[in-house]
């Protein structure tokens, strides 16, 4: 009777070793709600989860994409895709587009940083793919200026310009100014390289315009 008891309460006592605490998903959705105004804080969040404690599939994905994108925010150069290779192996199987679009993307940052100029066109081009499926302006903004940086490191003008206009473009529709006008700036500079001063006048006084309105609102902020 003793053995057939111990037995039993191994096998009620299993299944809650094994199940993956709700504090997992709640310091993730805290990490996701500060990702845009407090991506220091998402990553401290994150940093201080147990991995070893996240036994789902999606969770583990979706950790992967979050630490992935907080380290980015953060301004940390990441050149291994340990992470992003976790998120996009998921989500090309089972996510949205949108999910599917932000795994490749950082899996592109991740390339980028790394120097692998081919790997991270093809991360892009794939985010871009899923993305066009979706009205994230943003997202799509931020895939046209990390293309546009790239082939600005190679030299090659016209689709770095390109990029960048679209970039503009995407990040006006987001109504997100800051980014629109740094944009504007990385299409100065391109025609600036190519010797086009009018062009490169006209949209230099773009950004300049974007951040005087923003001063209003944010008058410590310095051009």
């Known amino acids: 009777m003793k053995v057939l008891y111990t037995a039993l309460l191994a096998l009620l006592l299993f299944p809650s070793c094994?199940?993956?605490?709700?504090?997992?998903?709640?310091?993730l959705h805290n990490a996701e709600s500060l990702m845009n105004e407090h991506p220091e804080d998402a990553l401290s969040i994150i940093r201080h989860i147990d991995r070893r404690k996240i036994?789902?599939?999606?969770?583990?994905?979706?950790?992967?994409?979050?630490?992935?994108?907080?380290?980015?925010?953060?301004?940390?150069d990441v050149t291994s895709d340990s992470l992003t290779a976790?998120?996009?192996?998921?989500?090309?199987?089972?996510?949205?587009?949108h999910e599917r679009a932000m795994?490749?993307?950082?899996?592109?940052?991740?390339?980028?940083?790394?120097g692998n100029f081919d790997a991270a066109i093809r991360s892009y081009s794939l985010a871009e793919d899923a993305a066009s499926g979706t009205d994230d302006y943003y997202l799509l903004g931020l895939i046209n200026n990390a293309v546009g940086n790239l082939h600005f490191e190679q030299y090659d003008l016209d689709e770095a310009l390109q990029r960048d206009q679209q970039a503009a473009s995407f990040f006006h529709r987001a109504q997100s100014p800051y980014n629109e006008a740094l944009a504007y700036i990385g299409v100065g500079t391109v025609y600036s390289l190519k010797g086009d001063n009018e062009q490169m006048?006209?949209?230099?006084?773009?950004?300049?315009?974007?951040?005087?309105?923003l001063i209003k609102y944010c008058p410590y902020m310095k051009i």
């Open 201 to 213: 006048e006209i949209v230099y006084n773009k950004a300049i315009e974007i951040y005087k309105e």
């Open 18 to 27: 094994r199940r993956q605490s709700g504090d997992i998903d709640s310091f």
């Open 103 to 114: 795994a490749h993307y950082y899996q592109g940052r991740v390339f980028s940083n790394a």
């Open 55 to 76: 036994y789902s599939s999606a969770s583990e994905a979706r950790y992967a994409l979050l630490y992935s994108q907080a380290l980015d925010k953060n301004y940390v």
């Open 86 to 97: 976790v998120a996009v192996n998921y989500y090309d199987r089972h996510g949205t587009k």
